[in-house]
């Protein structure tokens, strides 16, 4: 039996650093999108699993469309997954004022720009399933920084196993 690259980079991450180190591959088989309404299905039910930390929005560029894409049947999603931070400052004999959150750093992540790479969008879905699970470094990541993923920037173009969108863009 052939090793392939990707093995042998993971059984040295294994030996290194230990089995737990999130190492985002789509070389094995992993989460299967048939479409993009597959993709929000799966994102959806993070946001069903953990409500007080993922949170979707619908988004839209001109403020007309209600959030359609190119092809005017999908919506473009954005998921936020952000912990409450409460400014310390507001103690109360330990007790937080919840009104004074405070603001976090943000980090925007962007996947499947071009449609037909379905790899970078499988590898950012099993990040943000990682996010919910919040160990090790990923939970000091998920306490730090308010994250927002876009799961696909072209739906049209990834149902239609196309890089460009509707537009030919």
Not at 33 to 51: C, N
Not at 60 to 68: E, F, K, Q, W, Y
Not at 125 to 143: Q, R
Request: charged share 20%; proline share 4%; net charge negative.
């Amino acid at each position: 039996v052939q090793t392939s690259a990707i093995d042998v980079i993971r059984e040295e991450i294994d030996e290194n650093i230990g089995v737990d180190y999130p190492c985002y591959h789509t070389g094995q088989t992993m989460e299967n999108f048939g479409s993009y309404a597959d993709l929000i299905a799966a994102y959806d039910a993070l946001v069903t699993a953990f409500p007080h930390y993922v949170f979707k929005s619908e988004l839209s560029a001109d403020g007309v469309t209600g959030g359609l894409c190119s092809d005017g049947v999908n919506k473009l999603c954005e998921y936020r997954f952000a912990m409450p931070n409460y400014n310390d400052s507001t103690h109360t004999n330990n007790n937080r004022n919840r009104d004074a959150q405070i603001t976090k750093p943000k980090i925007l992540i962007c996947a499947g720009v071009h449609g037909y790479e379905i790899s970078a969008i499988t590898s950012v879905y099993i990040f943000a399933k990682d996010l919910c699970k919040g160990k090790g470094v990923l939970a000091a990541l998920s306490a730090g920084f308010d994250i927002r993923i876009i799961p696909s920037c072209n739906p049209w173009g990834m149902n239609n196993n196309r890089r460009g969108n509707k537009n030919g863009v």
